[in-house]
């Protein structure tokens, strides 16, 4: 696959310009990426270009709210020759298909559906997210190869959900990458407070 190697998970949100235009993801379809966005009355299409046959997997996530799922819908259809287009699979799950999926690290619970297609062939594919009513947010994630995020990217990470989803610095708390800075602060603190001058008190008292 001819494309710029990528060594952090990345993550957006992107738009579309007009209604119905699709959202350009470039031609790598392989690495692992997310992409945030929302239904507000019209499907939102993205497109990626393969170079070499590939294998396609898409993960829908959709944040985990007091009642059930909303039904959203996928569709990844490849373009063929007179601007024809053919499909390629669809997701249309069931209410029971949503599987709970927590993510701690950012502190979220998702509804998540996937799909999954191998050796597809080169081309232009479209992927369409929709559902009966085109309402809702949704994070979309493409590609089959694990990105880590790495420290600095995973506090970008973390920050860009937050703003994303308007939550409070109460929330960023509960996360537990937050959670393991505080405990590792909170366990440096006490042995500087209490275990050091032991520590001192202990080696510096001359032999018996």
Known sequence: MMATPVWALEFSAPTPNRTYEPISLGNDPITQREYYGELTGDPVMYEVVALENFTLRTVL???????????????????????????????ETA?????????????????????????????????????AYNMGSYRLTLGTTDVQSGYVGAWKRLWFVQSYYDRSIFALLTTSFVLWHVATLTLLYLFWRYGLPLWRRRFSSPPA
């Open 95 to 131: 209410l029971s298909d949503w599987q709970v999926y927590d993510e701690r690290l950012l502190g979220l619970r998702w509804w998540r559906a996937q799909v999954e297609v191998p050796d597809l062939a080169p081309g232009t594919y479209r992927i369409e997210v929709s559902s």
């Open 61 to 91: 996530d959709q944040p985990h709210g007091a009642g059930e799922p909303l039904p959203l819908r996928l569709l990844v259809v490849r373009e063929v020759s007179g601007g024809r287009v053919e499909a390629v699979t669809r997701l």
